[in-house]
């Protein structure tokens, strides 16, 4: 056999491998392809978890710890791929995301692009004392905890609020607030948040208000916030104190002789609790009580500054929930016979 039908032979052979080679090569794309195709649409399934995601953080790194995490769905080349096409690669922000099984690998990355962290709740629950709202700080979840370490004074200082006591400044509401977020730094939305309301309230303040300050009004308001729990009773009672100190009354109040007690108080309060002088004891001292008893929220702040107008110096709890409102000494002390009996006898019906 000559040279030239080999070569023809040998060149046949060579292109019928790089064809073969060509088509295998396609072929090897095309899987590619569809692999790459159903990972971007198929969601990662497993287990619903979360990552975390630190400063100067990479895309490989964001990816090692999806694989950390429990991710298994797509390979390294592939997350690199989609990242690129989405054209967020350098846009991974720190934070910590929910990684949901029903998500897709672009909802994820989609995410972590724009910043949608996890956020958690708190609530600062209307009538709640500092002492109350710092235990409740303490077993918020997924929070760095300060408070433990900082005293009172610290904290309104931390807070630039030096000569302020931190009872009823801090509005309740309910605030959300991310991974790692301090109690401090929640404190500090907080108190901003009350002066906003305080101020709202005051500016619109009915007219004819004796009170002098905004602070009278927070101290009127917390006060208002522990003597009922009905919406409707709210100006009622405050309309009570107000007539009280415009007539030289004492206010007489339980809640803020409970407060001035501090940790003696134990559930009951006693004849000879009422006698027992403190600051905020409002049966032995004229006037309002030196700073807030409590947190008060918007509708105690709209009720201390609108207080309703009326007659009634005198309230007692009605037994069923409210209150009986009276004029005059005569009319209250028979209310407050009224339900020392329905307390007796329903104590009678226990037995």
């Given at each position: 056999?000559?040279?030239?039908p080999?070569?023809?032979?040998f060149?046949?052979?060579?292109?019928?491998?790089?064809?073969?080679?060509?088509?295998?090569?396609?072929?090897?794309?095309?899987?590619?392809?569809?692999?790459?195709?159903?990972?971007?649409?198929?969601?990662?399934?497993?287990?619903?978890?979360?990552?975390?995601?630190?400063?100067?953080?990479?895309?490989?790194?964001?990816?090692?710890?999806?694989?950390?995490?429990?991710?298994?769905?797509?390979?390294?080349?592939?997350?690199?791929?989609?990242?690129?096409?989405?054209?967020?690669?350098?846009?991974?922000?720190?934070?910590?995301?929910?990684?949901?099984?029903?998500?897709?690998?672009?909802?994820?990355?989609?995410?972590?692009?724009?910043?949608?962290?996890?956020?958690?709740k708190?609530?600062?629950?209307?009538?709640?004392?500092?002492?109350?709202?710092?235990?409740?700080?303490k077993?918020?979840?997924?929070?760095?905890?300060?408070?433990?370490?900082?005293?009172?004074?610290?904290?309104?200082?931390?807070?630039?609020?030096?000569?302020?006591?931190?009872?009823?400044?801090?509005?309740?509401?309910?605030?959300?607030?991310?991974?790692?977020?301090?109690?401090?730094?929640?404190?500090?939305?907080?108190?901003?948040?009350?002066?906003?309301?305080?101020?709202?309230?005051?500016?619109h303040?009915?007219?004819?208000?004796?009170?002098?300050?905004?602070?009278?009004?927070?101290?009127?308001?917390?006060?208002?916030?522990?003597?009922?729990?009905?919406?409707?009773?709210?100006?009622?009672?405050?309309?009570v104190?107000?007539?009280?100190?415009?007539?030289?009354?004492?206010?007489?109040?339980?809640?803020?002789?409970?407060?001035?007690?501090?940790?003696?108080?134990?559930?009951?309060?006693?004849?000879?609790?009422?006698?027992?002088?403190?600051?905020?004891?409002?049966?032995?001292?004229?006037?309002?009580?030196?700073?807030?008893?409590?947190?008060?929220?918007?509708a105690?702040?709209?009720a201390?500054?609108?207080?309703?107008?009326?007659?009634?110096?005198?309230?007692?709890?009605?037994?069923?929930?409210?209150?009986?409102?009276?004029?005059?000494?005569?009319?209250?002390?028979?209310?407050?016979?009224?339900y020392?009996?329905?307390?007796?006898?329903?104590?009678?019906?226990?037995?």
């Amino acid at each position: 056999m000559t040279d030239q039908p080999k070569r023809g032979v040998f060149a046949r052979i060579v292109r019928t491998v790089f064809l073969l080679l060509l088509l295998a090569a396609l072929a090897a794309g095309i899987v590619g392809f569809l692999h790459y195709r159903k990972f971007t649409q198929t969601p990662i399934g497993g287990a619903d978890t979360r990552i975390v995601i630190r400063p100067g953080e990479s895309l490989a790194g964001v990816v090692k710890g999806l694989r950390e995490a429990g991710v298994s769905a797509g390979n390294d080349v592939e997350w690199q791929i989609l990242a690129a096409r989405m054209r967020v690669r350098s846009k991974m922000q720190v934070g910590e995301y929910a990684v949901l099984g029903k998500m897709t690998p672009a909802e994820l990355l989609l995410n972590i692009a724009e910043g949608k962290v996890i956020q958690y709740k708190f609530t600062i629950v209307e009538g709640w004392n500092m002492r109350e709202l710092r235990a409740a700080l303490k077993t918020a979840p997924h929070m760095q905890h300060l408070l433990e370490m900082t005293g009172d004074k610290a904290l309104m200082q931390q807070l630039d609020r030096p000569r302020e006591q931190p009872e009823g400044r801090f509005l309740p509401e309910t605030y959300a607030y991310t991974n790692d977020t301090t109690d401090i730094a929640l404190l500090s939305r907080a108190a901003k948040a009350m002066d906003k309301a305080l101020a709202q309230a005051w500016d619109h303040r009915d007219p004819t208000l004796s009170l002098q300050t905004p602070d009278q009004a927070l101290i009127l308001a917390s006060i208002v916030e522990k003597e009922t729990g009905v919406p409707e009773e709210r100006a009622k009672i405050a309309g009570v104190f107000i007539r009280r100190l415009q007539t030289g009354m004492k206010l007489e109040t339980d809640p803020t002789v409970i407060y001035g007690m501090g940790g003696r108080y134990n559930g009951t309060i006693t004849k000879r609790d009422l006698i027992v002088d403190t600051p905020y004891n409002t049966y032995t001292r004229s006037g309002l009580p030196p700073t807030p008893i409590a947190m008060p929220g918007r509708a105690a702040l709209q009720a201390a500054t609108h207080p309703e107008a009326g007659t009634a110096l005198y309230f007692v709890a009605s037994g069923s929930g409210g209150h009986v409102f009276s004029a005059t000494l005569s009319e209250h002390n028979a209310a407050v016979a009224h339900y020392v009996k329905l307390q007796r006898d329903k104590r009678q019906q226990q037995q």
